[in-house]
């Protein structure tokens, strides 16, 4: 499910939802007699843009055709498509400092162990990545471990704390280059695909594990999500929130088209937020052969999806992290003490989605 644009599954290249994703993803091209790399332009005339529906709606009271307002309590406007139900788009639910406080929260907390990132297989538990980064420090495997980390890898393991990889300066790190011995903290942090919140989703078996250690989702991400949920919940019912997946993406990320089908209660909506660079969002039906609509998603954007929409495919083909696309620039700025450098540097160029999942 999930790729960089450069490998990109080709089985299923003819369906209508791979057209689209083919459609948007970034391509770079070489301009000739330079040697620069240029982002091909894509067409964005097809593409939904919820924050211009809500100017619009504002100013003129109405939608444009396809789309209507959703009649209900909740203290924004929630935006729905009439051909598929269950999907419910809030533009701009989330205020900037709200935006900077679950950014901050996504790379410093978020993957904290017991909570499991993509690196777990390869590395361990990781603690303490994010001041890893702010230090300047590089992950160095003991060398005399070595033999220990096969044996677990062969094992099929995937908690390599016997490898003993620990955070230590960049100059004790030996040998200096050394690429399978030492990574550079940075680098990890740049490589940080994913990570589980709550009950632990095991993607081999593309389901949840209850046995594994977890932390309850934390209080306050608990209360935005029944908050943000209010718009798609059965009458009288309140959304249990008790895992979240938090999907890091940087330029040329995607993630392709799958469902979500794994929560035993369909009725229940996935809460998903979007924070950092603007993306596009497809949303298509039952099955692949639907032609998807393209959506895009900006910083603070709420996207809801439940009953029928949770049978519908959908992914994420493109990220924008070019200056003039990205639309991050004054959300970057909300990191201008010394100590959120990191956190400014990181966001230009990246996008994180957090999705709250009821699993019961
Ligand atoms: O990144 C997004 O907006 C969607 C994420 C998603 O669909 C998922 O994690 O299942
Ligand atoms: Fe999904």
Not at 8 to 34: H, M
Not at 275 to 287: T, V
Not at 330 to 338: G, M, P, V
Not at 344 to 359: L, M, W
């Amino acid at each position: 499910m999930y790729g960089s644009s450069a490998e990109l599954p080709s089985d299923s290249d003819r369906t209508a939802f791979r057209k689209a994703e083919k459609k948007y993803k970034l391509y770079k091209t070489t301009a000739p007699k330079s040697r620069k790399k240029q982002i091909q332009t894509v067409d964005l005339s097809e593409v939904y843009d919820f924050r211009s529906v809500l100017q619009t709606f504002e100013q003129e009271s109405r939608t444009p055709p396809g789309i209507f307002k959703l009649r209900s309590d909740f203290h924004l406007p929630v935006f729905c498509f009439e051909d598929r139900p269950g999907f419910y788009f809030i533009p701009g639910a989330l205020s900037i400092e709200e935006q900077s406080h679950w950014i901050g929260e996504s790379l410093t907390s978020f993957p904290q162990p017991p909570n499991r990132t993509n690196h777990n297989a390869i590395y361990g538990s990781i603690h303490d990545l994010f001041i890893a980064v702010q230090s300047g420090k590089v992950l160095t495997r003991a060398q005399n471990t070595v033999v220990d980390a096969q044996h677990d890898l062969h094992s099929g393991q995937d908690n390599l704390d016997a490898c003993k990889w620990t955070f230590s300066e960049e100059s004790e790190s030996i040998p200096k280059r050394d690429s399978c011995n030492s990574i550079v903290a940075s680098t990890l942090l740049r490589k940080l695909r994913w990570s589980t919140l709550g009950l632990q989703f095991d993607w081999s078996k593309r389901n949840y594990d209850v046995s594994l250690p977890h932390n309850k989702i934390p209080d306050a991400l608990c209360r935005l999500a029944k908050k943000l949920a209010a718009p798609a919940m059965p009458v009288g019912e309140e959304f249990q929130p008790e895992a979240a997946i938090v999907n890091y993406f940087g330029s040329g990320d995607m993630l392709g088209g799958h469902l979500d089908d794994m929560e035993a209660d369909w009725s229940k909506p996935i809460v998903s937020i979007s924070l950092g660079c603007k993306a596009i969002f497809l949303l298509g039906g039952k099955s692949r052969e639907e032609t998807p609509v393209a959506m895009l998603l900006r910083s603070g954007d709420i996207v809801l999806m439940a009953g029928q929409a949770r049978e519908c495919f959908h992914g994420v083909p493109r990220i924008f992290t070019d200056e003039e696309n990205a639309e991050v620039s004054i959300l970057a700025s909300q990191f201008s003490c010394k100590d959120d450098r990191c956190l400014a540097e990181y966001i230009r160029t990246s996008r994180i989605n957090i999705n709250i999942r009821q699993v019961n």
